[in-house]
C-alpha cells in the first residue's frame, strides 16, 4: 500500500511538473520566437499606444466610422465575457432587438436591404470582420460624416477586403479596426 501511495505522489509531482509548468514554458517560449505578433494577441499600436487588436472587434459608434456586428458579449465586445446570446430565433427580446436595429440603419440608409451582419451577433460577441457587404453598405453614411466623395470611401473599403483563407476556408471579410485606421490616415493625408 505504501509503495503504491509513493508511486502515486511521484507521478503526481512529476506529470505536475512537465505538463503544468514545463510544457507551457515551452510552447510560450517557442510561439514568442517563431509568431511574436500572434502570440501577444496581435495588438495595433499607433504613436506608441495600444489601440486595440486586429482579433477582437471593438464598438465604433460615429458615424465616422464604420460599425462593428453588434456584440452580445458582457456589456460589449469585453473579451472576458466572451459568447453570444444564446437567444432562439423565436425569441421576443431577439426579434425586437434586431427590428430595433434594422429601423436604426434604414433611418440612415432609406430603400436599401440591411445586410444580416450588421443586426446579428457572432458566436463569440468579439468578432473583429464584417462582410464585404456590410462595409459597403455604410459607405453613403460615413462618405457624408466625413465630406469624402463615396467612391473614395468605397475604393478604401474595397481594398481592405480579405479573401478566404487558402482561397477556400471562411467568407471574405474586412477587418473593422484596420479600416477605420486607414480612413482616419486617408483624412489626415488631406
Given at each position: 500500500m505504501k509503495s503504491t501511495l509513493n508511486i502515486a505522489i511521484r507521478y503526481t509531482l512529476v506529470t505536475?511538473?512537465?505538463?503544468?509548468?514545463?510544457?507551457p514554458l515551452v510552447v510560450t517560449g517557442l510561439a514568442q520566437l517563431t509568431m511574436k505578433n500572434k502570440a501577444n494577441g496581435q495588438l495595433i499600436v499607433q504613436d506608441?499606444?495600444?489601440?486595440?487588436?486586429?482579433?477582437?472587434?471593438?464598438?465604433?459608434?460615429?458615424?465616422?466610422?464604420?460599425?462593428s456586428r453588434p456584440s452580445a458579449a458582457g456589456s460589449g465586445y469585453d473579451a472576458q465575457n466572451s459568447g453570444g446570446s444564446n437567444l432562439a430565433q423565436s425569441n421576443k427580446a431577439l426579434e425586437t432587438r434586431i427590428d430595433s436595429d434594422v429601423a436604426a440603419w434604414q433611418k440612415k440608409i432609406?430603400?436599401?436591404?440591411?445586410p444580416i451582419g450588421l443586426v446579428t451577433t457572432s458566436g463569440s460577441g468579439l468578432d473583429?470582420?464584417?462582410s464585404p457587404e456590410g462595409a459597403l453598405y455604410q459607405v453613403p453614411v460615413v462618405a457624408a460624416a466625413r465630406h469624402l466623395p463615396e467612391a473614395t470611401v468605397r475604393a478604401l473599403v474595397e481594398s481592405h477586403i480579405e479573401?478566404?483563407?487558402l482561397g477556400f476556408l471562411g467568407e471574405p471579410r474586412v477587418n473593422v479596426l484596420e479600416l477605420n485606421l486607414?480612413?482616419?490616415q486617408l483624412a489626415s493625408a488631406k
Open positions: 505536475t511538473v512537465l505538463l503544468g509548468i514545463v510544457y506608441g499606444q495600444v489601440i486595440g487588436s486586429a482579433i477582437i472587434g471593438q464598438g465604433f459608434t460615429s458615424d465616422r466610422y464604420f460599425h432609406p430603400g436599401k436591404p440591411v473583429p470582420d464584417i479573401g478566404r483563407q486607414a480612413l482616419d
